[in-house]
């Protein structure tokens, strides 16, 4: 079975501060993918990136960065300088590959709300 | 470029009534998926469909249905309401292969009293 944990329920903090949200996850398929979605207050959860299990190579994009690592389990996701316009919850979720009956099935996190004020 | 359209956006419902949600994809997807998040967490797999018929299904009763019609567009139908259905729904689509990325509507919020 799979399963997504966000430990961190919320995160506070200042304009222009990094924020670093953890996800671990639990899965037994070799070939997977892992997403984080943004889902602000209107509640549409918006995909932010996504990654798939053979590629490790941690990349950056814009103010988001994300740090997998296969041997622990985790995929974590880092806005950097982070404004007020990314207040909002932040959710990891995790989707199989190779059982076929898992695709399609999203596992979603419980989700970190982050607060940033100015 | 549509993106996917959720309707209707508040329905408020008793217990035992049943209630239709809609959904169309985003163009050019022809899967569609439906969740429930109820309140303070995570989005909750009901099922989906692709071709018309229902591919996945998740840890849901029977009172959760659905529909796909031939243009993509999806319903999902709950029967004999109860007060824990209240939550809000999603709609995603996607691409049909595997673990493509689903995008998501912006939800039917719906509260069962």
């Known amino acids: 079975a799979q399963k997504v944990t966000q430990a961190q329920t919320e995160i506070s903090v200042v304009e222009k501060e990094d924020v670093t949200l953890d996800c671990v996850y639990e899965?037994?398929?070799?070939?997977?993918?892992l997403f984080w979605y943004k889902q602000p207050p209107s509640g549409e959860l918006v995909f932010l990136i996504r990654?798939?299990?053979?590629?490790?190579q941690n990349e950056i994009s814009g103010r988001y960065s994300w740090n997998f690592q296969k041997s622990t389990s985790s995929f974590n996701f880092t806005i950097t300088a982070s404004q007020v316009v990314d207040s909002a919850v932040y959710f990891c979720a995790l989707s199989e590959f190779m059982t076929t009956d898992s695709w399609g099935k999203f596992q979603f996190g419980a989700g970190t709300q982050v607060v940033v004020t100015p | 470029d549509a993106g996917v359209t959720q309707s209707p956006t508040h329905l408020i419902k008793t217990r035992g009534q049943q209630v239709t949600l809609r959904c169309s994809p985003k163009s050019g997807h022809d899967t569609v998926s439906w969740y429930q998040q109820a309140l303070g967490q995570g989005p909750q797999f009901i099922f989906q469909?692709?071709?018309?018929?229902?591919?996945q299904r998740g840890n849901f009763p029977d009172r959760f249905s659905g529909h796909q019609f031939p243009n993509y567009s999806s319903e999902l139908n709950v029967n004999a309401l109860l007060l824990g259905d209240s939550a809000l729904y999603l709609c995603?689509?996607?691409?049909?292969?595997?673990?493509?990325?689903?995008?998501f509507g912006p939800g039917t919020r719906l509260l069962v009293l």
């Open positions: 995603a689509s996607s691409y049909p292969q595997g673990p493509e990325t689903q995008y």
């Open positions: 990654r798939n299990s053979f590629d490790e």
């Open positions: 469909y692709y071709e018309e018929e229902e591919r």
């Open positions: 899965t037994r398929d070799t070939t997977y993918y």
